[in-house]
């Protein structure tokens, strides 16, 4: 070798260890994800990221008649220690990084994997990975809470006990700002609402834990965020994270080594912003979303997960999140990212807009303080959230806010990624009945003494403050199941009703709503009474955004609006449309499970003699499903892509007015 080029080896910069790549997997059943996780460890995934269908998720067996169309849809389900057993089969936990998406469940389903971790021959001790077991966000954005907050506060930090003594390299909290943005909350919101989570979580963390242990807690903290398209702002959002962060953890709780003040976090980059319109588009967005959380060194990501291109129109296929791995892995090693320090070090723009954003966090963090904290501002921060995301869907609707392809640069090619299987992967349509044969079976064959027995120490826990991680494990070991586990926590601590964040009184915004509102107005008077117009959410699905943004410009546009929440049964929605009687019902579903949700709802209309109502759908429906709803009454059925909330409205008043009916 000469010398020359020695010297320019000894000067190549050494290239940082890349974050974790993950992608967000799990569905139809507990077999197919494991093959699924598998495939992508072998192309290069070097975490895992589980997603749970919505009945694991509430605290619901797979049976359940809030379950029925759920299972399977939006994540995998796992109804017990065999679901958990066949999940990871033939991938030993001891060596990897498992990063669970999982709230008020967590006890449990963290409980179920330490069962598998052991039954495998594992050091528990060695474990790692994370249980998001954030409820807070539940209540504000992703709707799959079980308990009231208190006691959800509580089961919160007993896993954060039992795992400082038991598993002291896994996070046993991942305080989740990802869902307030997508629920519409600004950069400031998202700050103030995650850090405000964290505060709520270590001031009870505090009395559970020895004083010496509590900084090495604080350290076990982690965050779940979100990136969205404005990436300088949200590169500057990040570092602003880091820098709150440390202040909180330094000032509030004394934490003295910087390593346990550490800011740390994994991603997933914004899904609110990706379009059914010129689909394609979206994979230039996830990428520019993706620099947002790996640029600046000192606000990098320890983990990535990337959404898939297509998950605007459905399930994405197995080519679909390697494409989005293979965009994190060249990024990671073909560009020369990793062999710089931080790009954005005393650059006068950005520590500008770091601190607008750390000073509009405090000013809400104050707020929030004066209010007692998260737990009792819930109910405010819905009301902030549902506020701002009215006015980010206004400034799209009048062209403020340009989303390509869908209100500028409408007209396009048609995507050839969407011939043929429609760019999605169709869920198992036997994965359902196929889950409860094996639950079936399941309690069938298990020893039911030793489940009644550990199942009345689980009560036992629960009623006495106990630690409640000990009791879930025994249960899960001795076979109790998901829902079974979840009755014990709702008969203990009770069921809550989270608010709505939708006031029943019209807001302000009235700018661009006077023809509607005259037309809602002519409408009310020829029948006699103000359009009566009920919004429901069937099954198990959370995502209320939609449903809260239609109720919301309903009640704005002078309709009497009926919209109790989330989790309701079709037989909750039609004895509701009867008791009130309604002129219109309108429901969100966007989990997948339209066709059998919509298709008990009208059976159950019909039955009740209200058949004369109509009913309108929204969510994420592929056009033949929408033909099938269509085809059994659903009166009209809405997409993402159909932005214009007023269009929609007006839909809704012609579907009710005597002249427009007299007229056909």
């Not at 819930?378 to 392809?405: C, P, Q, W």
């Amino acid at each position: 070798m000469t010398e020359t080029a020695h010297e320019v080896k000894k000067e190549r910069p050494a290239k940082d260890r890349p974050w974790l790549f993950r992608t967000y997997a799990g569905h139809s059943t507990a077999k197919a994800s494991n093959a699924l996780y598998r495939t992508n460890l072998s192309k290069g995934q070097t975490g895992l990221s589980v997603a749970f269908d919505l009945p694991t998720q509430t605290g619901y067996d797979s049976d359940h008649e809030l379950a029925k169309g759920e299972v399977g849809k939006v994540g995998v389900p796992v109804a017990h220690l065999g679901d958990m057993r066949m999940l990871f089969n033939e991938i030993p936990l001891e060596q990897m990084n498992t990063s669970m998406t999982i709230n008020a469940t967590a006890p449990w389903l963290l409980a179920l994997y330490i069962a598998v971790a052991e039954e495998q021959g594992a050091d528990i001790s060695k474990l790692q990975g994370t249980v998001q077991n954030d409820i807070i966000k539940e209540y504000l954005s992703r709707g799959t809470y079980v308990c009231p907050p208190r006691p959800s506060l509580r089961m919160i930090t007993d896993v954060a006990a039992y795992t400082r003594e038991h598993l002291p390299k896994w996070n046993p909290m991942n305080v989740c700002s990802y869902h307030l943005q997508e629920a519409g909350a600004t950069p400031e919101q998202e700050l103030a609402f995650a850090l405000a989570t964290a505060i709520a979580v270590l001031d009870d963390l505090k009395e559970k834990v020895p004083a010496e242990a509590f900084p090495n807690m604080v350290g076990r903290i982690s965050f779940f965020v979100n990136a969205g398209i404005r990436f300088v702002t949200e590169m500057c959002k990040m570092r602003a994270f880091v820098e709150l962060w440390d202040e909180i953890t330094r000032e509030r709780y004394g934490v003295e080594d910087p390593k346990f003040r550490r800011f740390r976090y994994g991603v997933q980059v914004n899904s609110l912003g990706l379009t059914e319109q010129q689909p394609e588009n979206n994979v230039y967005r996830i990428l520019i979303e993706m620099l947002a959380v790996t640029l600046s060194k000192n606000a990098r990501a320890r983990a990535v997960q990337l959404p898939a291109w297509n998950e605007a129109l459905g399930l994405p296929r197995p080519f679909d999140q390697q494409w989005s791995l293979r965009m994190q892995q060249i990024f990671a090693y073909e560009t020369d990212l990793l062999e710089y320090e931080d790009l954005f070090d005393n650059n006068p723009a950005v520590e500008r807009k770091v601190a607008e954003l750390k000073d509009g966090a405090r000013a809400e963090l104050e707020t929030l303080d004066g209010m007692g904290g998260a737990i009792e501002a819930i109910e405010y921060m819905k009301s902030r959230l549902v506020e701002a995301n009215a006015e980010r869907i206004a400034r799209i609707e009048a062209g403020e806010t340009v989303v390509v392809g869908v209100n500028k640069w409408t007209t396009g090619e048609p995507s050839p990624l969407t011939a043929g299987d429609g760019g999605i992967m169709k869920a198992d349509p036997k994965a359902e009945a196929d889950q409860i044969a094996r639950l079936t079976a399941w309690r069938e064959t298990r020893d039911e003494a030793a489940v009644q027995t550990a199942l009345k120490e689980l009560r036992e826990a629960a009623a006495n403050g106990v630690n409640v991680m000990p009791a879930s494990i025994k249960a899960a070991k001795a076979g109790a199941t998901t829902g079974e586990w979840g009755d014990v926590v709702r008969a203990a601590f009770g069921q809550y009703r989270g608010p709505t964040g939708v006031s029943a009184n019209p807001s302000n915004r009235t700018e661009g709503l006077d023809e509607i509102r005259e037309e809602v107005a002519r409408v009310s008077a020829s029948l006699g009474r103000k359009l009566k117009f009920l919004v429901g959410k069937p099954g198990l699905d959370g995502h209320s955004n939609g449903a809260e943004q239609i109720a919301a410009r309903a009640r704005d546009c002078g309709m009497d609006i009926a919209y109790e929440g989330i989790r309701l049964t079709p037989a909750e929605i039609v004895a509701a449309a009867k008791a009130d009687d309604a002129h219109v019902v309108g429901l969100s579903i966007l989990s997948g499970s339209h066709i059998p949700l919509l298709e008990e709802l009208m059976r159950q209309m019909k039955e009740a003699g209200l058949a004369h109502i109509p009913v309108v759908a929204g969510g994420i429906i592929p056009e033949e499903d929408a033909e099938h709803l269509r085809a059994i009454g659903i009166a009209r059925v809405y997409t993402p892509k159909d932005f214009e909330l007023n269009r929609i409205m007006f839909d809704i008043v012609a579907l009710v007015d005597p002249a427009a009916q007299a007229a056909e």
